[in-house]
């Protein structure tokens, strides 16, 4: 079964825009940990954020906010002010007791001037 | 160096033959994993190390793959008999231990298999 869904292939947003990423996961797991990483054409991954199970906040780092549903089970990554550098795979992961992170497909944001 | 370095950056071989990817992780970093990514694909989960411990093999794709870290540091990955689906960038990546949060990519290493 597919433990991390992510449903939009392909993006576009107005830069200054904001736009939400969308992921929903599947674990049994009761600790496990949200992730979200930025490729750009370069092929580095670059770690953006990070969310807690057990966290009651939702997690921010500058311009990214993610907005956790743990009821539904999703995570979804909002960019805020979007910059024509932001265009790039957003991949969300998680990770369970396994310890290793488990990816979905991919999401290609493309920031339109 | 300040990050994970992997080489070689790009590898080209015929289908048969054995290929050696080598990462080095970031200096301190007890947990070491290596990933694939397929063009168009996500990333798949291939192997990890913590420290001394077992590695978890778990997500190797066939035993034409297999993986060690001498000395808790420096991983190589090795594939034999490559395959024309061998095919992808291999990444890897490291984290200060296993249950850290952030794990740190290194470029990867595109692998072509002719």
């Known amino acids: 079964a597919q433990k991390i869904t992510q449903t939009q292939p392909g993006m576009f947003v107005q830069e200054k825009e904001a736009v939400t990423l969308d992921c929903t996961y599947d674990t049994s797991d009761q600790s496990y940990g949200l992730f979200w990483y930025k490729q750009p054409s370069s092929g580095e991954m670059i770690f953006l954020i990070y969310q807690g199970s057990y966290d009651e906040q939702n997690a921010t780092e500058g311009r990214y906010s993610l907005n956790f549903q743990k009821a539904r089970k999703s995570a979804n990554l909002v960019i805020s002010a979007s910059q024509l550098g932001d265009s790039a795979m957003y991949f969300c992961?998680?990770?369970?007791?396994?310890?290793?992170?488990?990816f979905g497909g991919g999401t290609r944001l493309m920031v339109k001037p | 160096g300040a990050g994970v370095s992997q080489s070689p950056s790009n590898k080209v071989t015929e289908k048969g033959k054995d290929v050696e990817l080598r990462c080095d992780p970031i200096s301190g970093h007890t947990a070491l994993y290596w990933y694939r990514q397929s063009l168009g694909q996500g990333l798949e989960f291939l192997i990890y190390?913590?420290?001394?411990?077992?590695?978890?093999k778990s997500g190797l794709p066939s035993d034409r793959f297999s993986a060690e870290r001498t000395g808790g540091s420096v991983s190589t990955l090795t594939i034999q008999r490559t395959q024309q689906e061998d095919s992808a960038v291999y990444l890897c990546a490291s984290s200060r231990t296993v249950s850290y949060n952030e794990q740190f990519f290194g470029p990867g290493t595109r692998l072509t298999v002719l």
């Open positions: 190390f913590q420290g001394n411990s077992a590695p978890d």
């Open positions: 992961a998680m990770r369970d007791a396994g310890n290793m992170l488990t």
